[in-house]
């Protein structure tokens, strides 16, 4: 999966990209999204050059930088020195790690966002995390969007490190769309408990799009219980 050198329009109404950029030996997937007062950006992408930042500016001011969880810190801090009237939110869990890895300071849990993000934008803290995690959700004309950054991986190929290779064939987490069942065993406090959430989320509200940070897009729109059934299978018993 090449990293590409712009950002990719998914919707329209509202305005929605993604940008996918090289990250600690593997390949992550930013979100921007315009919230009607400026635009948010989540997991900003890191080692970037000036087009990713004016291909955003040209557009709408960058109102919000989300950290995501405690860990998809790297593009906050030249992305705060790029827009420094920008806010920056992570969740709760996450706020003290966020702060030290980016050295920016001022950072914001995520519920403090509501009023830039408005109806058709949702920062969602995910329950039974340790580390923190955020799943959002984006309303627009075309469907809805959900954006999910260390829980659900669809990496089309299993990773070149040796280590983690083996690791993520081990647990079931590579190829494909899968569950990340690596990354929980330390993030998770309860992962039958969140694995039922997310089922039961996936069911009330499916998405027309899955977009995880780690892997491509999913289009739903066929298979629109797919991600509620990948939730609800048989947990294994290390998920326990």
């Given at each position: ?31 921007a999204v315009d919230a009607g007062g400026g ?103 075309e469907g809805l969007i959900w954006y999910v ?92």
């Open positions: 999966m090449a990293t590409q050198k712009s950002w990719v329009p998914l919707t329209t109404d509202p305005w929605t990209a993604t940008f996918e950029y090289s990250s600690g030996g593997g390949t992550a997937t930013a979100l635009l948010l950006v989540a997991s900003p992408p890191c080692r970037v050059g000036d087009d990713a930042f004016e291909a955003l500016a040209s557009r709408a001011p960058v109102r919000a930088l989300v950290a995501t969880n405690a860990y998809h810190t790297l593009g906050i801090a030249p992305w705060k020195a790029r827009f420094p009237e920008a806010g920056v939110f992570a969740p709760p869990q996450s706020l003290q790690r966020v702060t030290k890895v980016s050295r920016v300071g001022g950072i914001r849990p995520l519920s403090e966002a509501a009023a830039f993000t408005g109806e058709r934008v949702a920062l969602i803290e995910l329950p039974y995390f340790r580390t923190g995690e955020t799943l959002i959700k984006v309303r627009t004309a950054t260390d829980i659900v991986l669809n990496l089309p190929q299993l990773p070149a490190h040796p280590v983690f290779g083996a690791l993520f064939k081990l647990t079931g987490s590579a190829p494909g769309l899968r569950i990340n069942r690596v990354g929980p065993l330390f993030m998770v406090r309860n992962r039958l408990a969140l694995w039922a959430w997310l089922a039961a989320e996936a069911r009330r509200d499916a998405p027309r799009w899955l977009v995880p940070a780690h892997g491509d897009r999913v289009d739903l729109a066929d298979t629109p219980t797919r991600l509620e059934e990948l939730f609800a299978q048989i947990p294994r018993r290390s998920d326990k």
